[in-house]
């Protein structure tokens, strides 16, 4: 759905833990072309876990947490993404919360509530449901035997309660009406079957329509010999298993598709006069006046057989064809995606393929609402960050220089990146290249601690564009300062008294240079950018590690590379320094394009007059093999 994809690409704040601003992050990674990396909700997830609402609603599973109802957290997984985004639209806008907002009107019925006490007082409230639940007690059976009539009297829910009268404090009973006000251009249902209840009368209609529709097959192929009769009852008809047919299944079945299946992969809706819906499955004659809807997502529970085995989350998306018209469905499971056809995504076994929620989005949705993204980061946001230490650092002078007024970012600037990390783990002896290795299966191993860019072109070639710590929310296991440079108390907004900001500062500004084209050079930077959550298109990216490799043989680190190509020792005293590893790739990348297409007879350790570069890398293997990979101690003067 390209419209809530650019509602939120096109949203930007400067709230560190805004949703609406993640979630148009993780749209645009997804957006990305020319990106060979896996596309990640961590820095999601980190925002998640500050959310105390989220905490609540036990968004956030632990291992020490009892086992978690799928269908009910997918429902509460849909319901919160909407509310918040859409509280966060009106804080930002300082609308007032009964107002609507892009969110509602987007994936939100509008809906009356009506509340009439049986004293005599009446309330009433106009409110958003952002995920409608299916209610399967409907009293008339005969509107309720196929899934858009289950939907028509859950939207129209009349229902009756026992509540405490606002006015009289009395509790009695009390009858809630519902009318419709406005229609969403997608909402989302969940088939609500956390209780036994609801799943047992689900299968039964599943059955009794199943069997339904092998007897109207059998009559319209041999109308002599099979003879589906109509019910005595008709429309009136409250048996819940009944076979015969009923009014409104002669009409559908007149234009059924040949393998239907309960879900329908599309709905028609209106709304009368009297604020009720209206829901069918087939088109209607006069379909100019109803809003067709077409099914796109549906999140289904695979049902764990065995001991120990857990329930596993499947998503089938019908996925549009950019190239042509038509549209073909996908199934997501963990990492694997697999085409399937659209009967394997609209059918469901309660024995082994639970339901729990569908999505139906209108089928002019793109016609009705821009799908233009409005990029909303620009220059500007290197003047917006949040320097958190400022106060105790004004006695320091910084060594970054400030993006200049006629400073330009294009295609045709180079930029020397490199990160260093702190681990959440709480084993202490934690190996960093296991976790690096493992960010992709568990990224909150690994935390973003310091962010440094070096300009590499230009009349400000060598100064730093961004040297930033990043302020540490989570609890910090590990520093690894072996490996990063970072000491305890550097991430702490108490404590520290380095250039501090947070995440989503340095991640904006990040996201600034990659959109600009800004070409990047860095000592294994793929995982920088991984653990970083950016997706970078391929051709903006310069790894100096493949640089210098022979095929098929093992990675050189930057210290060596360092002391054999630059004859400069790095590391060595205080550990690493991403300002200094930076620089370091820089000259490196430097070195290998003054170099890659010539001779090397006035090199350093030169093998003779026309070696090439591929010579030189297999001398540097062979010095290194022979020194077991390790840098000499530099030699005192």
Request: charged letters at 20%; proline letters at 4%; one cysteine or more.
């Amino acid at each position: 759905m390209k419209s809530v994809s650019a509602f939120f690409q096109s949203h930007i704040c400067f709230d560190e833990f805004c949703l609406t601003c993640e979630l148009g992050f993780l749209f645009h990674m997804l957006s990305v072309e020319g990106s060979a990396d896996s596309c990640q909700a961590t820095n999601l997830v980190r925002v998640l876990r500050s959310l105390p609402d989220a905490s609540e609603r036990s968004l956030i599973v632990t291992g020490s947490q009892e086992e978690t109802i799928v269908g009910a957290a997918v429902q509460n997984w849909m319901e919160f993404l909407l509310e918040r985004t859409h509280s966060e639209y009106l804080h930002h806008t300082g609308y007032h919360e009964s107002q609507e907002s892009p969110v509602t009107q987007l994936c939100a019925w509008k809906v009356l509530e009506t509340v009439m006490h049986e004293c005599g007082h009446t309330n009433q409230l106009e409110k958003f449901v952002f995920c409608l639940p299916l209610q399967y007690s409907v009293p008339n059976v005969c509107v309720g035997r196929d899934l858009h009539g289950i939907l028509k009297h859950s939207l129209n829910e009349h229902s009756e309660w026992v509540l405490t009268c606002a006015y009289c404090h009395q509790q009695t009973k009390s009858y809630v009406s519902r009318n419709i006000l406005s229609s969403p251009e997608t909402f989302t249902v969940s088939f609500n079957l956390e209780g036994a209840n609801n799943k047992a009368l689900l299968k039964n209609l599943v059955e009794s329509w199943s069997v339904r529709q092998t007897l109207s097959r059998e009559k319209s192929k041999s109308p002599l010999t099979s003879e589906v009769k109509p019910c005595r009852y008709g429309a009136s008809c409250t048996r819940p298993n009944c076979f015969f047919l009923h009014p409104n299944e002669v009409e559908e079945d007149q234009g059924s598709d040949a393998s239907p299946t309960f879900i329908p992969p599309y709905i028609w809706t209106r709304i009368d006069g009297n604020g009720q819906a209206e829901v069918v499955s087939h088109q209607p004659l006069d379909s100019a006046a109803w809003s067709c809807y077409e099914a796109t997502t549906i999140i289904s529970e695979n049902v764990a057989y065995g001991k120990d085995a857990q329930p596993t989350v499947t998503c089938a998306v019908k996925v549009k064809n950019a190239m042509a018209d038509d549209a073909v469905w996908q199934s997501f499971d963990d990492l694997v995606v697999t085409p399937i056809t659209q009967h394997a995504a609209l059918s469901f076994d309660l024995n082994y393929k639970i339901p729990c929620t569908v999505q139906y989005a209108r089928v002019d949705m793109e016609l009705r609402w821009p799908t233009r993204v409005m990029n909303p980061i620009n220059r500007d946001i290197f003047q917006k960050f949040c320097d958190l230490t400022a106060n105790r650092r004004c006695y320091q002078t910084s060594s970054v220089v400030p993006v200049q007024r006629n400073e330009v970012f294009n295609s045709d600037c180079v930029v020397a990146l490199d990160a260093e990390f702190v681990s959440l783990a709480e084993d202490d002896s934690i190996d960093l290249a296991s976790a690096v290795a493992a960010s992709t299966a568990k990224p909150s191993v690994l935390s973003v601690g310091r962010v440094t860019a070096v300009r590499g072109n230009g009349h400000l070639t060598d100064t730093l564009l961004m040297d930033e710590y990043v302020v540490a929310r989570d609890k910090v296991a590990n520093h690894l300062t072996e490996f990063s440079g970072i000491r305890p108390g550097d991430l702490s907004a108490n404590l520290s008294l380095k250039r501090l900001d947070t995440l989503k500062s340095v991640y904006v500004r990040l996201r600034y240079l990659v959109d600009s084209g800004v070409h990047f050079i860095g000592h294994g930077i793929h995982t920088d950018f991984r653990i970083l959550n950016i997706r970078v298109p391929a051709d903006q990216i310069i790894d100096t590690v493949q640089l210098y490799r022979l095929p098929d043989q093992r990675l050189i680190s930057l210290k060596f590379l360092s002391w054999y190509f630059l004859g400069n020792h790095i590391q060595h005293l205080h550990g690493h320094d991403s300002a200094e590893d930076a620089l370091t790739a820089l000259r490196l990348y430097n070195l290998y394009e003054k170099y890659r297409s010539m001779a090397y007879a006035d090199l350093n350790n030169s093998c003779g007059s026309g070696c090439t570069f591929v010579d030189l890398l297999a001398q540097m293997y062979e010095l290194g093999r022979s020194l077991q990979w390790k840098v000499p101690p530099p030699q005192n003067p």
